[in-house]
């Protein structure tokens, strides 16, 4: 048995080569206390921040509803089960709340100094 064999979860197996030789990929692993860690095909941890992101899904029934996906700093986005996918389109962007709209530049001014005439 190689010593990579050792280092690398069973699990991150994700193929096997022509000689039936694993072939690794990387995989995000989240414990019962909600510590995320990426281990990478090469056994290593990645050092990064992991971020969690929120994702809009349509239910059979039509109905909406929201899961989640993990992204790394380095542009690596996982599903929840932590194998990797490309960047989901479903991401659901916090909106704006009404204080929070964008002013017009004119207003922007009087906002800055309400005394003045536009």
Excluded: A
């Amino acid at each position: 048995m190689d010593n990579i064999d050792k280092l690398i979860p069973v699990s991150n197996i994700i193929d096997e080569d022509e000689d039936g030789n694993p072939i690794y990929g990387d995989r995000i692993y989240v414990d019962l206390h909600k510590h995320i860690e990426l281990v990478q095909k090469d056994g290593t941890t990645y050092k990064g921040k992991i971020n969690t992101k929120r994702i809009k899904c349509k239910d059979l029934d039509g109905s909406n509803f929201y899961s989640f996906v993990h992204e790394t700093d380095d542009g690596r986005w996982f599903d929840r089960c932590g194998k990797p996918i490309d960047k989901p389109k479903n991401l659901v962007t916090r909106e704006p709340k009404e204080e929070e709209d964008t002013w017009p530049e004119v207003n922007l001014k009087q906002k800055e100094n309400p005394t003045s005439e536009i």
